[in-house]
Each structure stands twice: as structure tokens, then as C-alpha cells.
DNA sequence: AGTACGTATTCTGTATACAAAATTCAAATC
DNA sequence: GATTTGAATTTTGTATACAGAATACGTACT
């Protein structure tokens, strides 16, 4: 399946108001977007050697904007480049998933808190109609979906927290965390628990109660490193 | 003056008997390392286009390898791509300064903790040394040496919190904030208030009082916005 | 003179070519 | 049978070539 270069990054018709410049996006850009997907369905496994001439002949690209798109992975440490011997998807430690949901639950709480204090009513109120959707998708057991709007309600804290270094951080360790939430959080109860820990959330935040929000934000995390330890 | 190809990436003959695997450096590696210099000594500025064949030309390399050094620094937010358009040494906002000591300060919190709970007495009384040195530097008020021992103190916290995630993000941060820091604390009064604050984490750390050493590092980053603000 | 247009030049993005390193595999040796 | 040695093959790293986009510049026009 080649890439198709007409069909991206075309200016949107819709809002042609708003003039923000056009995305351009570039051969490399598009491959390692592909890439970081294959690796987050699984079709790359983790420790997994990366098939330089197969993958390019896959996407229909030259090795140039490919091995571009590689160091673009391995600075997001999605990939590890061996020099002279190949490059392999990252399979993170134990110890390393750990750490990185440590990290997470600081940020976090810090996000919450600042998020409390200076979002906008409106942004607020917006957040809690995503956690709202949230709910009904969990009302259907909708996986996919819920798993999706769950991604968006810790993203969406981290945007409204003002931080935008915050934002980043979050983001990247989020990435390389998709993966692994994937595959977990499989039972029943673990997920009616994280649920739980959502509604405590949006408690929270419709009294926008920082300090409490950034703790149950962090105790989120905690729990979450015991629902996905068994599956890294 | 190009980078040599043969002096690099030998095995040091010095420790046949430590078998960890040789470093090797590829040409992109090295590329980055030195454009990475050029930033932070400031050859490169903040907000300038980088020219892309001079700088071949300088380093005596292709512009493959150059531009996935680019591309690696891209990824490290030290400069910005614009597809078709060249890419610039980017400058942080002092928003963004401002935005990424504090999360800096929020990690370091969370080292510091850590660090007083996981580190060994050894490790402990090396930091202290490390802090001594810088002391003495300071003593002499000897800018450059102190600047690199402070910078390796707070490293130093974050490798002994024993989270690899933490020092990893840290020390990107750091990276990002080396040319900002490199210009600015120049006044006599700012330098002397940073080092009472160091003194504070040196006691705190005799007495591994987590919780304390994670205070007085926030309150430390959020004086080093201060003492930089004017700067950015 | 100032603006708009079109052309020349430079720079960027991707493909390909080539050299060097690593890996594979088979024969030779112990 | 296991281990080593050494081609043959594959893979990786870097250089270069070429096409297309962006920029600079000069000319015509108002």
C-alpha cells in the first residue's frame, strides 16, 4: 500500500475563515505517522527488527525520507537505531512502564491543579461533556471508543493546563505508553475501577478542585501501573 | 574544519577488561552533537536560519547524514523544520522558558524525594562531594566550572531518583534550556542567591529529607525563572 | 516611484548509487 | 559433532543526482 501524495495536505474548504497556514506534511512526516501506528496496532511488534527494504517497498517510498522518519521515532524513543545493525521497535522495561506512569502522575497532578485554576468555564464545561461521552461509550462497553475519549480527557487536562511543555511531555510519554494501554486493562472490573476513578475526576473538576483533582489524577496512574503490569 | 572519520568511535584500549559494547557514533550522531554545540555556545542563534550547505561544507559531511541530524534535533525541539523551507535555531518564548521550569521544577521535586529514599549512602556522599566542588568553584567565583557542576548536581539527583523516564525528560529539558541559563544568572546578588539555595539541598540531602530537598529544588527552579526572565 | 508579474537562481525533498559493514552459510579443521 | 574460517549475500551508511518548490531579482506596467 503506497502512500498517496495528492490526497494530503490539501487546504480544508471548510474553514476558509480561519486562515491559519496550510499543514504541509512531507514524505518523512507521513511515514513515521504510519509507522508509529503499525507499532501501536501491533503489526510491528515490539522488539522486533524493523525491515528497512520491505517497509519501503510497502509504503512505496525511497529509503531517504524512511530513515528520516526512524530518527524521528527513536528521538520519540519508539524505536531504538543500533548503528550498523538495523533498527528494532523499543520494548519497554518493566521498570521503564513503571517509571513512565511515575512521571506521568506528577505531570499530571500538576496539570490538574493549573487546569483548575485557569481553565475557562466553557473549556471546563467541554472537558466534562467529553467525560460524559466517555461514560455513555462505557454504558455500551464500546472498547475502541471509550478508549479513544479517555485518551482525549488526559490530553484536553494537559492542554488546559496552559503548559504547553507539559502538553509535550504528556504527549510523548502518552505515545509510547498507547501500546501497552492497548492490549491491557482487559477485565472487567479493572475497567469498572478506572471508571470509577474518572467519575471522582469530573467531581473534582465541576468544583474545580485542583489540588484534589491533581490527586486522584496521580492515584489514577498508580492504579494504572497495577492494571497494565502484567501485560508489559 | 570537518569531522574526522578515523580518531572516532575506536575501542579504547584503556578498558579491555569492562566489556560493555564499544560506542559507536555514525556521522548523523556526531553531526547532531555539533550542531547541538553550535547552539548552545550560540554560533547558531536563536530564531536564525540554519544554512544548510554551508555547514555541509564546514563539517565535511553529506547533507544525508546532516539532515537527519536535523531531523534528531528537530525531535529535541532544539530547532524547527518548515517543510520546504529550511529550519531555524528555535527560540523559546518565555512563556515556553517560563513553562518548562516549571516542570522541571515538578520533576526535580519528585527526584528529590526519591533520590533521598532509593539513593545508597555512597551515592549520597558522591553528590555531596559533587556540591563541595562546586563550592569551591564558586569560592573562586569560577563561572564555567561552576556552571558545569551544578549542571551535573541536578543530573546527578535525577539518575539517583532511580527513575530512567525522569532523568531522561530532564535532561532534555535541560538541553533546552542550556543556551538560556549559558547567558543569563549574571548578576553577583542572583549568583550568590542560587548558591544559599544550593546549600539548603546539600542539607536537606545530609539528612535525606525527601521531602524538603523536593521543596527547596521547586522553589530553586522557580527562582531561576527569575533570575533568567530578563533574558529570553 | 511603486506595484505586479515572470524568469533566474537557490534551496529543499526524494530517489538512487555506491562503499563499507554486518550477517549468513558452508566448507574445513580440530 | 562442535568450532572456526572465509567467501557470498544482505543490510546499512553516506554521497550524489535530479525534480520541484521557494526565493530573489529584474522588467514592464500603471
Redesign the interface.
Known sequence: MAIDRETESETDPRDASAIAPIA???L??QVAGRIRDMIIEGRLAAGSRINEAALVRELGVSR?PF??AL??L????LVEIR??MGSVVRKPTP??VF??L??LA??E??AGRLCCERASDADLAGLLALHERMMSHYARRDRLPYYKANQEIHSTIARLSG????L??QTG?QSRLKRIRYVGNRSPERWAAAVDEHEEMARALRRRDGERLGAVLAVHLTRTWERVRDVV
Open positions: 504541509r506534511s512531507s518523512h512526516e531517504t530513515r528520516e530518527r524521528t527513536a528521538a520519540e524513543n548503528p550498523s521498570e521503564e517509571a513512565m511515575q512521571v506528577e505531570l497532578k500538576l503548559n504547553p511543555v507539559l509535550e511531555v510519554l
